[in-house]
């Protein structure tokens, strides 16, 4: 089961032979990073994943994967621009820059409709933006893509064409770790191939 409504997660977890039920979690993403502001960066985006994970209905014999991510740009955690203004700020201040994608996963292990296994860790992946032209900019940002993905930007789509390169696990910042959410799974007594 995915506790997220992102497209992307879902397309990387087809794309590696899962086929989860989704169910989103309506968490107040907002609140609850105000209430871990003393946090450390990574704590507060697998607080995120946890609460999707734990606020979805889930079956009796189920595994729930929740995930969130964040950019941490020049000691600042961003999430969703929003808005267009929002989005183009965020851009002209990454344009030619780096930072650090954090994907917060959290894994449970439902049996007899009780958790009876919780696994939880957060990726890391340096992304490199490039400096798209003033038109290029306006032309995304028309597209709405950037509006509503974690730090206004994707490598699977449109975004792809103004990041220079990444350091890290490619599919974590598209949502959702595969080799960590394997590892995750493997603390809980799941084998990745009983899912595909």
């Known amino acids: 089961m995915l506790a997220s409504q992102s497209p992307a997660r879902l397309s990387v977890l087809r ?12 968490v107040d993403e907002d609140a609850l990073l105000a209430a871990l502001a003393d946090a450390s960066p990574e704590d507060r985006v697998v607080a995120l994943s ?10 009796d014999e189920c595994v729930v994967i929740g995930c969130d991510s ?19 700020e965020r851009w002209q ?9 954090i994907t917060g996963h959290t894994v449970l292990r439902v049996s007899s409709g009780e958790v009876v296994g919780r696994a939880s860790a957060a990726e890391s992946t340096t992304v490199r933006f490039g400096t ?10 028309a597209t709405g893509e ?3 993905v974690a730090g206004g930007f994707t490598i699977d789509g449109l975004g792809g064409w103004f990041v220079d390169g990444i350091d890290g696990d490619h599919t974590s910042v598209i949502g959702i770790s595969l080799p960590l959410t394997r590892r995750l799974l493997g603390r809980l007594g799941v084998g990745v191939s009983t899912l595909w």
């Open 146 to 148: 950037p509006l509503q």
């Open 93 to 101: 201040r990454v344009a030619g820059k780096s930072g650090v994608l």
């Open 70 to 88: 964040m950019l941490l740009f020049e000691g600042e955690l961003v999430g969703k621009p929003g808005t267009v203004e929002a989005a183009r």
């Open 15 to 26: 794309a590696a032979g899962v086929e989860p039920v989704v169910r989103v979690s309506g």
């Open 50 to 59: 946890a609460a999707k994970a734990e606020a979805v209905e889930h079956d």
């Open 132 to 141: 798209p032209s003033a038109d290029e900019l306006e032309a995304y940002l």
